[in-house]
């Protein structure tokens, strides 16, 4: 198979590796929106900005230039940018007759003139910029150091089309990925969002030393409030006990490589956020997702307590003690108030 990589960040470059040493013998193109990236990647056969220490397989190929020209003749392309790229890139791709898969976990947040709309899931970012494209997520619990590796990751390819989890999977399967399909594309998207937002939760709960009790306890709320939401917007209640959502916000929560469980243990040693983001040299997604996922619930009438506290933080309107206070201070509750 012929993939593009639409990326260079540590995530993209991670995909690109694997899937340029697939048994299979891909040929994989990595495009970089920066030049100079590209061809420092190029000459020094690493990703040194965003994944240092990694050779570079020498079959992967570099490139840069216009995203459209480096898809041409690829039988699948892979949008790898931050969620907030995603529209532009989406805008640009959507002539394209190939299935495309993004790997971005978040909600859209809205800016400028739109900052009063909704937030959106990556799949209603694409309907409403690219309908005709065939696209899917591939998503699930894989940091991209592992990834890179080739330590043994499981991923989740979600489509409602059969032809692009069919082409996510003969891209990815491999004796190191295992690539799982999905309907579901609201349910892996949700999971793969709100994980985030819930790892920055425990983040501040380890930075704080509140213990392994309160952890537990805020990953198992957490999965709850995330399975809310997502039921409210469509997806399966299975899909929340798979990988983009259990796998993935035990990995997230727990696992020290996540970019948005540092942002919460950063926050908790009394740095401010901009001071907290800036350190990471990387996007954590759930920094800019947080307040849209809190706003969606909101207009759904769910209740996600552990979200809406880390909003408040993120804002500035509550301290790390207090936010923690603001949680265990509610009234109690029933465990499964849900339940018909
Ligand atoms: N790093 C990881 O382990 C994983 C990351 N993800 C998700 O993948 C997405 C990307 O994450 P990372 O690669 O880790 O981020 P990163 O912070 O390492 O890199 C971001 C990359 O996106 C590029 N970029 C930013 N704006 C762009 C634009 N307008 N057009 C083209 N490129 C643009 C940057 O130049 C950079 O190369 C995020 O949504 C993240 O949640 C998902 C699974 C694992
Ligand atoms: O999505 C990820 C692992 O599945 C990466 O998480 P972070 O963005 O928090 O590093």
């Given at each position: 198979m012929k993939i593009v990589v639409l990326g260079a960040g540590a995530w993209g470059t991670a995909v690109a590796m694997s899937a340029a040493q697939h048994p299979a013998g891909h040929q994989v193109t990595l495009w970089a929106r920066n030049p100079a990236q590209a061809s420092a990647m190029q000459t020094q056969h690493e990703n040194t900005h965003y994944l240092p220490g990694m050779a570079l397989p020498p079959a992967l190929q570099v490139a840069s230039g216009d995203p459209v020209a480096a898809c041409y003749g690829a039988d699948l392309a892979i949008v790898a940018t931050p969620m907030a790229a995603l529209r532009g890139m989406l805008t640009a791709l959507q002539g394209l007759s190939m299935p495309v898969a993004w790997l971005c976990k978040g909600f859209e947040s809205p800016t400028g003139a739109q900052a009063a709309d909704a937030g959106l899931l990556a799949h209603e970012v694409c309907a409403q910029v690219a309908p005709s494209l065939r696209s899917g997520v591939l998503s699930g619990p894989s940091f991209a150091q592992e990834v890179a590796r080739n330590q043994p990751t499981a991923l989740v390819a979600a489509s409602e089309h059969s032809s692009v989890r069919e082409a996510l999977v003969a891209a990815f399967h491999s004796p190191s990925v295992r690539v799982y399909a999905n309907e579901d594309i609201v349910g892996v998207e949700?999971?793969?969002?709100?994980?985030?937002?819930?790892?920055?939760?425990?983040?501040?709960?380890?930075?704080?030393?509140?213990?392994?009790?309160?952890?537990?306890?805020?990953?198992?709320?957490?999965?709850?409030?995330?399975?809310?939401?997502?039921?409210?917007?469509?997806?399966?209640?299975?899909?929340f006990m798979g990988l983009s959502g259990l796998g993935d916000l035990v990995l997230t929560a727990t696992g020290d490589l996540s970019r948005n469980r540092r942002v919460g243990m950063l926050l908790a040693q009394g740095h401010t956020l901009a001071q907290a983001v800036e350190s990471l040299g990387h996007v954590a997604e759930g920094v800019y997702c947080a307040r849209t996922v809190a706003q969606r619930a909101q207009a759904l009438g769910v209740d996600m307590p552990i979200t809406r506290a880390v909003v408040a933080l993120l804002d500035g309107r509550l301290s790390p003690p207090e936010a923690v206070a603001t949680l265990m201070g509610r009234d109690p509750a029933t465990e499964f108030a849900d339940r018909g």
């Open positions: 949700v999971g793969g969002a709100v994980k985030n937002v819930l790892a920055i939760a425990t983040g501040l709960c380890d930075g704080l030393a509140l213990g392994l009790n309160a952890r537990a306890a805020l990953i198992t709320r957490g999965l709850a409030e995330m399975t809310r939401l997502g039921l409210a917007l469509g997806a399966r209640p299975d899909t």
